[in-house]
C-alpha cells in the first residue's frame, strides 16, 4: 500500500477535474483511479483510519518508473476539520495546490453544475429547463438575496485553515489555465519537483456545466443511484453486496449515458447587472486572495 506525497486541494468547479485527467497522463505520476474520496472530510469514513484509506484508495506499491502519487480532491477544501485531519499524518512541508477562479463565474458554474447534477428542488430545475440558466440564476439570486448566499469568503476561508498547518501552498488560476494551459503545467510540475512530459494532453476540458437535463425527474433518480452506489462501495461487506453493487452500477452508467444523450444545451451569461453586483458582493474576498496569493488580481477578474 501507498499514500499521496502532494494533494491538489481545491476548488470545485475550478478545473480540478481536467488537472485530474492532465496529471493522470504523465509518465512519473500516479493518481487514484477515483478522484474524488470522502476520508478526511467525512466524520464515519474518517473513523475507518488511515490504513483503510491507503488500501481503499492507493492499494499499490509506488512502481518503480513513477515518481510520485499525487491525490486531486477538491473535496479536501468543502468543508471545515480537513486541514486539521490531513495535518495529522503529513508535514507542513506537504506540497498542497489550491485551484482558484473568478468568484462571479464560479458561483454561476457552481449553480448550473447543482441545476446539471439533479441537486436542486424539481421545480428549479423545471424552471431552468423551461427557461435558460441565466433566468433561473436570476431567480435564485432573488431568493437568496446576497446576505443569505453565505460564500462570500469560500475560498479564503478554507486557505486561511489550511495555512495553520501547512506552509508550501500553491495557487493556480483558472483564467491562467484557460489562457496558456502548459505553462501552467510546467508551473505544477516544477512546484512537485517532476520533470516536463511533453506526452500529456492538456487541452482536455471536462465537466461542462452548459447542459440542463431534459428529464429533470430521471436526472433526480440518477443523483440518488449514485449516492446509493458510493455508500455500497464504502461499506459492501459479502459476495452478495458486491454483485448488487456491480449491477446498481450498470444502471447508473446506462442512466447517464442516456441523460447525457438528451441534454439540453445552454450558454446563457450572468446579466451584466447581476455580474456587478456579485463583483462588489465578492470585492473583499477578492482583496484577501490577492492578499493570501501574492497575486494583483485585476488583470483576470475585475
Aim: hydrophobic share 35%; with cysteine.
Amino acid at each position: 500500500m501507498a499514500r499521496p506525497d502532494c494533494f491538489v486541494a481545491g476548488f470545485y468547479k475550478c478545473g480540478t477535474t481536467s488537472l485530474y485527467m492532465i496529471l493522470k497522463q504523465h509518465k512519473n505520476i500516479l493518481v487514484s483511479d477515483e478522484k474524488e474520496n470522502y476520508f478526511f472530510r467525512n466524520s464515519a469514513t474518517y473513523e475507518k483510519g488511515i490504513t483503510w484509506y491507503e488500501k481503499h484508495y492507493y492499494d499499490f506499491e509506488k512502481r518503480s518508473n513513477k515518481d510520485i502519487i499525487v491525490e486531486v480532491n477538491p473535496g479536501l477544501s468543502e468543508v471545515s476539520g480537513t486541514a486539521s485531519r490531513l495535518s495529522k499524518f503529513y508535514s507542513p512541508d506537504t506540497p498542497i495546490i489550491f485551484i482558484l477562479r473568478n468568484p462571479v463565474d464560479w458561483l454561476y458554474s457552481h449553480f448550473r453544475f447543482e441545476i446539471r447534477r439533479g441537486a436542486f428542488p424539481l421545480k428549479d430545475i423545471y424552471f431552468c429547463k423551461k427557461h435558460s440558466f441565466s433566468e433561473a440564476f436570476e431567480s435564485y439570486l432573488s431568493a437568496q438575496t446576497m446576505k443569505e448566499l453565505k460564500c462570500r469568503h469560500v475560498f479564503s476561508k478554507q486557505i486561511n485553515e489550511y495555512k495553520k498547518y501547512f506552509r508550501n501552498i500553491k495557487f493556480i488560476f483558472l483564467e491562467d489555465m484557460k489562457r496558456d494551459a502548459d505553462s501552467v503545467y510546467r508551473e505544477i510540475l516544477q512546484f512537485f519537483s517532476i520533470d516536463y512530459d511533453a506526452g500529456a494532453d492538456v487541452g482536455i476540458k471536462v465537466n461542462i456545466t452548459d447542459f440542463i437535463p431534459r428529464y429533470p425527474l430521471l436526472k433526480k433518480f440518477h443523483l440518488y443511484l449514485k449516492y446509493y452506489n458510493r455508500k455500497l462501495k464504502l461499506e459492501h461487506k459479502n459476495r452478495f453486496d458486491i454483485k448488487w453493487l456491480i449491477f446498481t452500477t450498470n444502471v447508473e452508467e446506462r442512466l447517464i449515458d442516456f441523460i447525457e444523450s438528451t441534454k439540453i444545451e445552454d450558454k446563457s451569461k450572468v446579466n451584466i447587472t447581476t455580474r456587478r453586483k456579485l463583483e462588489k458582493y465578492f470585492q473583499s474576498e477578492k482583496k484577501l486572495l490577492e492578499s493570501l496569493s501574492g497575486r494583483n488580481l485585476e488583470d483576470i477578474w475585475w
